[in-house]
């Protein structure tokens, strides 16, 4: 049982590249979640979806998309990075209110 | 929409010290509450969470929080704090399926 799991770890961009985040749980949980981690800031919401099929945005979603084709996987997509992306971003599920995080994924563009 | 407010960005005490850090939040429906904990290089762990019932929660490692609703704050508390409870502890709110965080609290016990 590995919960939740994030690819990759770390990314380096450069402005204007794209890429996409993937986050996979094991739980079955039907609540996944996109957040970003600034120093200061805690974590803000991008994006989340309460089961296969479904996404709404959060609190800072402009420069993100996502994707919830399965229940086990949301993919979170840049399309075109620019450096104020610069962040650690992390995933995580829910059950009973409560949050299950994967372990970040570093992403810097330059 | 929901904020969630911490007053004290960076905390340092002396081990056995006590510890209280503030949080506090607008939003005028019912809410669940919940402090999280970032341990250094680590994701966050769930410290205690608040539904409903007594208002003074109890979580693990010796933290309680306590739910002032007329105050719109759920305050985290430990009487005697340990080094290895240097971390970044967020409280966060949760209003229909949207959890909002506050922007943390940098604590450091020094031994």
């Known amino acids: 049982n590995a919960g939740v799991t994030q690819t990759p770890k770390f990314r380096v961009l450069k402005t204007g590249q794209s890429m996409t985040l993937l986050c996979a749980q094991d739980?079955?949980?039907?609540?996944m979640y996109w957040y970003r981690q600034d120093p200061g800031m805690g974590l803000r919401l991008i994006h989340y979806?309460?089961?296969?099929?479904?996404?709404a945005k959060g609190e800072v979603p402009d420069g993100y998309n996502v994707s919830r084709l399965k229940k086990q996987n949301f993919l979170l997509g840049l399309e075109s990075a620019a450096p104020s992306q610069t962040s650690v971003y992390f995933c995580a599920s829910r059950l009973n209110g409560e949050l299950f995080f994967g372990e970040g994924s570093r992403l810097t563009v330059l | 929409a929901q904020s969630v407010s911490q007053h004290n960005h960076h905390v340092i005490l002396s081990e056995a010290a006590s510890l209280e850090l503030g949080c506090n939040y607008s939003?005028?429906?019912?809410?669940?509450l919940f402090w999280y904990v970032q341990y250094p290089g680590q994701h966050l762990q769930l410290l205690l969470k608040?539904?409903?019932?007594?208002?003074l929660v109890k979580g693990i490692k010796g933290f309680e929080a306590e739910f002032i609703k007329s105050k719109f704050s759920f305050n985290l508390r430990k009487p005697s704090v340990q080094w290895s409870d240097t971390a970044e502890y967020f409280c966060a709110v949760e209003a229909g399926n949207m959890l909002t965080f506050g922007g943390g609290t940098r604590l450091m016990v020094k031994p």
């Open positions: 939003y005028g429906g019912t809410v669940n």
């Open positions: 979806s309460v089961g296969e099929g479904t996404t």
């Open positions: 608040y539904f409903s019932g007594d208002p």
């Open positions: 739980m079955n949980h039907e609540y």
